[in-house]
T-cell receptor, first 112, second 118 residues
Framework: AQSVTQPDIHITVSEGASLELRCNYSYGATPYLFWYVQSPGQGLQLLLKYFSGDTLVQGIKGFEAEFKRSQSSFNLRKPSVHWSDAAEYFCAVGAYNNDMRFGAGTRLTVKP | KAGVTQTPRYLIKTRGQQVTLSCSPISGHRSVSWYQQTPGQGLQFLFEYFSETQRNKGNFPGRFSGRQFSNSRSEMNVSTLELGDSALYLC?????????????????FGPGTRLTVL
């Protein structure tokens, strides 16, 4: 079965600094990979997704992620973080029939 | 287009009671999935319904059940509530092409129902 590991439970960055959130997955076939963001009291919003093709994926709000099959990774990046990016970020791997497995999440704090 | 809606948004129950949560998918979406989110276990897949049929189920006890109606609206039911059932329950809808050739489709999440069991 597929699984996802997000090694960092909590990350703090200064506003304007760059950001990288790590995600490693385990899945036997070609994975469908996602990054979601969740603000307090809210549902999940899709930032970006990878199904196939170009391994560098652009998403909303200036986020991007790179799929590296050799490292089983799908790290999320943003060149300059804004205070409004403070939230919890979830990496997920999807399989047939919408059985989506989420990582434990990384909580992002942005310092002024 | 309206997003996924879930009702109620907040619910307080006592142990032993049962509860029913409702989810209305985005218009035209035929698949509805349910997830449980807790601080300890994170986001866990409960089950997925497509065209009124449960086609995938996570590793939850039989106290957790669901159904889907012909208009794609879905309900999930938890019977004999336990303290550990306190969680945010999220519903997500998607638009698979069809049952057989369905590949993974983007899921759109609702705001969730916060269930507290006392």
């Amino acid at each position: 079965a597929q699984s996802v590991t997000q090694p960092d439970i909590h990350i703090t960055v200064s506003e304007g600094a760059s950001l990288e959130l790590r995600c490693n997955y385990s899945y036997g076939a070609t994975p469908y990979l996602f990054w979601y963001v969740q603000s307090p009291g809210q549902g999940l919003q899709l930032l970006l997704k990878y199904f196939s093709g170009d391994t560098l994926v652009q998403g909303i709000k200036g986020f991007e992620a790179e799929f590296k099959r050799s490292q089983s990774s799908f790290n999320l990046r943003k060149p300059s973080v804004h205070w409004s990016d403070a939230a919890e970020y979830f990496c997920a791997v999807g399989a047939y029939n919408n059985d989506m497995r989420f990582g434990a999440g990384t909580r992002l704090t942005v310092k002024p | 287009k309206a997003g996924v809606t879930q009702t109620p948004r907040y619910l307080i129950k006592t142990r032993g009671q049962q509860v029913t949560l409702s989810c209305s998918p985005i218009s035209g979406h035929r698949s509805v999935s349910w997830y449980q989110q807790t601080p300890g276990q994170g986001l866990q897949f409960l089950f997925e319904y497509f065209s009124e049929t449960q086609r995938n189920k996570g590793n939850f006890p039989g106290r957790f059940s669901g159904r889907q109606f012909s208009n794609s609206r879905s309900e999930m039911n938890v019977s004999t509530l336990e303290l550990g059932d306190s969680a945010l329950y999220l519903c997500a809808s998607s638009f698979p092409r069809d049952w057989i050739r369905s590949s993974y489709n983007e899921q759109f999440f609702g705001p969730g129902t916060r269930l507290t069991v006392l």
